[in-house]
């Protein structure tokens, strides 16, 4: 629905009509005062006795030709007036409509918004069950046939939840839903996030990967930040059919300049700006690759306005293409508690078992409302070598947990049943029981209020979608902060 000012509605021809009558009104307006004058001075030569009684007839006659005259400009004044006024309704009339029909599309839109925002968790949940499960498949030992299935399997769960999400979050960020938590923290930081969870998936598609350090502190939202960037490497990773990757930085007055170049297809130069639009794909010609809706770079393009971040692609067709992003620079805080901006170290190799300093296998507890989250947690957990306890709620994590067990990591997701948080099952698990541990909160709400009290409380946070690959290198990390420290 168009929401342009209803003064875009009116036609040439009554705007022009309006600005005559305007005139018209003016112009009578300054006839009528200059007349007010003259009959004024008349009067008075009339009155002034008999020096002038010679020609007073005749002033008089020609006074009374002037206040005629005076009657019909201020006649016509009144019909200038009058159609003003109808005029003036009218537009108020039309003005009406418009803002009506702009309020039933706004609810309509706010109606949607909701709709996606209430149901995507409930989109969701499933899908990432599979997803967690498909990848449990890929840690066990399974015939060459089996083990091709089950990753085109994998990759067709990938698609339609990567679809799902985008969907989601596109109606989110129109609605207003995703506010920005600016911090300060170092690129290299993230980067080698990054580098860590793309490694691995530039080396299934046979491509080099290469990322440059870099020690420049930037002042942004690290997870926000951190999606763009995720969207570039994907699409680099899809739309490159061979030679390499490479993700770097260079510093520049107006900030640092974070890019990721390859050697793909590239872009024609007529198309580099449409595709930030919704539903455009980079290559609608190659259906096997193209199997998005269009909507990642949008999302980019959204995600960099609310951040007030310049983006930018320059491509050569059969060359390559290199998408940027320009982040202000930002000072690091004497102390930074910020995990999220950590180092992670990366995982490789699987079914690795993880011990402790006493020999025995590392614990993690897992708490969620899904049975088949739980479920598909604990066999792809055990399958890095983990021993898992998982609970709906606290009672049930109560029931399992014996009077020595300690617990090594902590996974909760954020909503659980009857209004309960992960956040207060924990503080219970701390104050009645002891247990400390490592907490990676994992949630599909977006709010700033949840991402400051996470962090206030020094844990991890992971928005759904989860990814295996990611959820194993962040474990990784905790694990190992939590030796260095002492926990």
């Not at 995507?120 to 949940?125: A, K, M, P, V, Y």
């Not at 924990?426 to 400051?452: C, F, M, R």
Request: hydrophobic fraction near 40%; include cysteine; aromatic fraction near 4%.
């Amino acid at each position: 629905m168009s929401t342009d000012k209803p003064s875009s509605m009116e036609s040439p021809h009554t705007k022009k009509r309006q600005q005559s009558l305007q005139q018209q009104l003016e112009q009578v307006m300054v006839e009528n005062a200059r007349l007010k004058i003259i009959n004024k001075a008349l009067i008075e030569r009339v009155e002034a006795g008999p020096s002038l009684h010679q020609g007073a007839y005749g002033n008089f006659e020609h006074a009374v030709f002037l206040a005629e005259q005076v009657r019909e400009q201020t006649d016509a004044l009144t019909t200038v007036n009058e159609q003003l006024r109808q005029e003036i309704g009218e537009r108020k009339i039309i003005q009406h409509h418009l803002l009506e029909a702009k309020k039933e599309a706004e609810q309509a839109n706010h109606s949607k918004t909701k709709f996606l925002a209430a149901t995507s968790h409930d989109l969701l949940q499933p899908m990432n069950a599979a997803r967690l499960f498909a990848a449990s498949l890929l840690e066990h030992p399974l015939r060459a046939k089996t083990q091709a299935l089950v990753q085109s399997l994998n990759y067709s769960l990938l698609d339609v939840e990567t679809l799902l999400a985008a969907l989601v979050d596109i109606s989110k960020l129109d609605a207003g839903a995703i506010q920005p938590d600016i911090n300060n923290f170092c690129a290299n930081d993230l980067l080698r996030n990054l580098a860590n969870e793309f490694r691995t998936q530039a080396a299934q598609s046979q491509l080099h990967f290469h990322w440059v350090p870099s020690t420049a502190i930037i002042a942004t939202d690290c997870q926000l930040l951190a999606r763009i960037l995720r969207n570039f490497l994907s699409n680099a990773i899809r739309y490159t059919d061979s030679g390499r990757i490479v993700m770097g930085c260079r510093r520049t007055r107006q900030g640092l300049l974070i890019q990721v170049w390859d050697t793909g297809s590239g872009i024609e130069v007529e198309q580099q700006q449409a595709i930030f639009e919704e539903f455009n794909r980079l290559s609608p010609d190659h259906s096997a690759q193209d199997r998005g809706l269009g909507l990642g770079l949008a999302i980019v393009d959204k995600i960099a306005t609310m951040l007030g971040h310049e983006i930018s692609v320059h491509s050569t067709p059969g060359v390559g293409s290199c998408f940027s992003v320009r982040i202000p620079y930002g000072e690091l805080p004497q102390t930074n508690s910020d995990v999220s901006s950590a180092p992670i170290a990366s995982i490789n190799g699987t079914n690795e078992h993880h011990q402790t300093s006493d020999s025995r296998p590392q614990q993690i507890l897992v708490i969620d409302n899904e049975p088949s989250i739980c479920q598909a947690m604990k066999l792809l957990l055990e399958g890095w070598g983990f021993t898992v306890i998982t609970g709906h709620n606290f009672n049930e994590l109560i029931a399992q947990l014996k009077p020595a067990t300690e617990i090594d990591l902590i996974i909760a997701d954020y909503h659980l049943d009857e209004g309960d948080t992960g956040l207060r099952v924990i503080d219970k698990l701390s104050q009645e029981y002891g247990i400390q541990a490592p907490v990676l909160i994992i949630t599909a709400n977006y709010s700033n209020e949840l991402k400051q009290q996470v962090r206030a409380l020094k844990y991890q946070l992971m928005t759904k979608p989860v990814r295996p690959a990611k959820l194993k290198v962040t474990i990784r990390h905790l694990l190992d902060s939590a030796v260095e420290e002492g926990l």
